[in-house]
């Protein structure tokens, strides 16, 4: 192969072409143009991950990335999200920039609860009983770019702008096992009792959870609980509601 040869594109099937054919068969908007959208991304790090590596033969260490993005895995098909960038230590998900959602704040708020108590797990027995995993988790919402990047023959779709660049100065912020969520897009949680607030930012600390109102239709009927629903927690809202009762 030549100098020049090396540097030519290839001319024909290009990643545009291709993707936007992809796109028409499942449905879903053109992949190629930049497109301005409304959704929620959050960005969970596990912090400790060189203590981690330093624990772990390579093969083990293999085992222990394939649990975690595992984990993520299972999240985004039941909140219906996306895995926008995982690169072994933090990964960045979207909700409502491919999948329209009936509500991608309510999705994203979701994934990051259920993401926090699956990562403080075992994480299927891949760890020593002495070591544990500490995350963090940044959630926030609002309008965003999505679109291809790259050379013609090669792209990425990603987003970016707006509430995902905002992720990594909240992380910073938060202690490890906390949440913290820009609450201008999730003020029910401002409500719940355990967190501290810092103007807009809520954090929730570890062991701090929330659950959604319940329909008075369904107050009859028990749910049993499995590893992806919002675990119940009490709100100053609620709290307030029964001293009234009293």
């Known amino acids: 192969i030549d100098e020049n040869s090396a540097k030519t594109p290839p001319s024909e099937g ?16 053109s992949l190629s143009s930049p497109v301005e959208k409304d959704l929620a991304a959050l960005r969970v790090v596990i912090t400790n ?11 083990k260490l293999f085992a222990f990335e394939n649990a975690y993005y595992g984990k993520l895995i299972n999240v985004v098909e ?42 403080t797990s075992d994480l299927d027995g891949t760890l020593p009983k002495d070591v544990k995993v500490h995350v963090k988790v940044a959630l926030a919402a609002g309008q965003a770019i999505a679109g291809p ?16 660049d905002q992720l990594p100065g909240m992380l910073q912020k938060a202690e490890d096992g906390e949440i913290v969520v820009d609450s201008k897009g999730f003020k029910e949680l401002r409500e719940v009792e355990g967190i501290h607030q810092d103007g807009d930012m ?29 675990p119940k927690a009490k709100s100053k809202a609620k709290k307030k509601k029964k001293k009234k009762k009293k």
């Open 14 to 29: 290009s990643a545009s072409d291709v993707s936007d054919q992809l796109a028409s068969l499942l449905g879903l908007p």
């Open 49 to 59: 991950i060189d203590e981690i590596k330093g624990e772990l033969s390579l093969k």
């Open 78 to 119: 039941t909140f219906q999200g996306e895995i926008d960038h995982f690169d072994g230590a933090s990964a960045l998900l979207v909700f409502g920039r491919l999948l329209q959602l009936d509500n991608h704040h309510e999705a994203a708020r979701g994934a990051s609860f259920a993401l926090r108590r699956l990562l």
């Open 149 to 164: 990047v790259g050379m013609d023959y090669r792209k990425v779709y990603t987003v970016f702008g707006g509430p995902v």
């Open 202 to 230: 809520v954090y929730l600390p570890l062991g701090v959870e929330y659950t959604p109102p319940v329909d008075s239709e369904d107050d009859d009927e028990v749910d049993e609980p499995d590893e992806h629903t919002e």
